[in-house]
T-cell receptor, first 109, second 116 residues
Framework: GQNIDQPTEMTATEGAIVQINCTYQTSGFNGLFWYQQHAGEAPTFLSYNVLDGLEEKGRFSSFLSRSKGYSYLLLKELQMKDSASYLCAVINSNYQLIWGAGTKLIIKP | GAVVSQHPSRVICKSGTSVKIECRSLDFQATTMFWYRQFPKQSLMLMATSNEGSKATYEQGVEKDKFLINHASLTLSTLTVTSAHPEDSSFYIC????????????FGPGTRLTVL
């Protein structure tokens, strides 16, 4: 089978740093996405990794290790508005997008 | 950036009626559109993938006669929920991709369907 694993919920403090992990087992790999989804809204794109390494974009960074089937999303200088669910999704060899269940991130003052 | 719109954003209907949801790519031509359903506190579930001018490919367990998808042009796809029932109440989200843009999908804002 194919599955994406990520923690269900995480809590962090405003101004701090948090790392959200994602591990995957899929039939082939053509890239990994991270999306942010606020309650009642559609997902918005954060990052795309297809090669190993770290991609940095402002306060958000995403890392990929294909050999380990592992990625993480790093959020720095957390703000209250970062409270949301963070979805990890992988494109397999059939170009199907396999979604994780999402990690609900709670930011406390 | 690429913008995808959905209409309506929210709809309430009686059981047994049909509901049509439109998904439009506003500033690009979407060669492929995806329809997702999301129940509360659950992840996105892909319902079907449609390419312009051809029949949609439905995921296992999704009834194609109940969820009619029409991808009539490169900027418009519609999802019709026929004979809706309360268990069809959900958040329906479309996304669009374009050839040459890699694998990224651009999401519409979603449609909240409530069937009474």
């Amino acid at each position: 089978g194919q599955n994406i694993d990520q923690p269900t919920e995480m809590t962090a403090t405003e101004g701090a740093i948090v790392q959200i992990n994602c591990t995957y087992q899929t039939s082939g790999f053509n890239g990994l996405f991270w999306y942010q989804q606020h309650a009642g809204e559609a997902p918005t794109f954060l990052s795309y990794n297809v090669l190993d390494g770290l991609e940095e974009k402002g306060r958000f960074s995403s890392f990929l290790s294909r050999s380990k089937g592992y990625s993480y999303l790093l959020l720095k200088e957390l703000q209250m508005k970062d409270s949301a669910s963070y979805l990890c999704a992988v494109i397999n060899s059939n170009y199907q997008l396999i979604w994780g269940a999402g990690t609900k991130l709670i930011i406390k003052p | 950036g690429a913008v995808v719109s959905q209409h309506p954003s929210r709809v309430i209907c009686k059981s047994g009626t049909s509901v049509k949801i439109e998904c439009r790519s506003l500033d690009f031509q979407a060669t492929t559109m995806f329809w997702y359903r999301q129940f509360p506190k659950q992840s996105l579930m892909l319902m079907a993938t449609s390419n312009e001018g051809s029949k949609a490919t439905y995921e296992q367990g999704v009834e194609k006669d109940k969820f009619l998808i029409n991808h009539a042009s490169l900027t418009l796809s519609t999802l019709t929920v026929t004979s809706a029932h309360p268990e069809d109440s959900s958040f329906y989200i479309c996304s669009a991709g374009a050839s040459g843009w890699g694998n990224e999908q651009f999401f519409g804002p979603g449609t909240r369907l409530t069937v009474l």
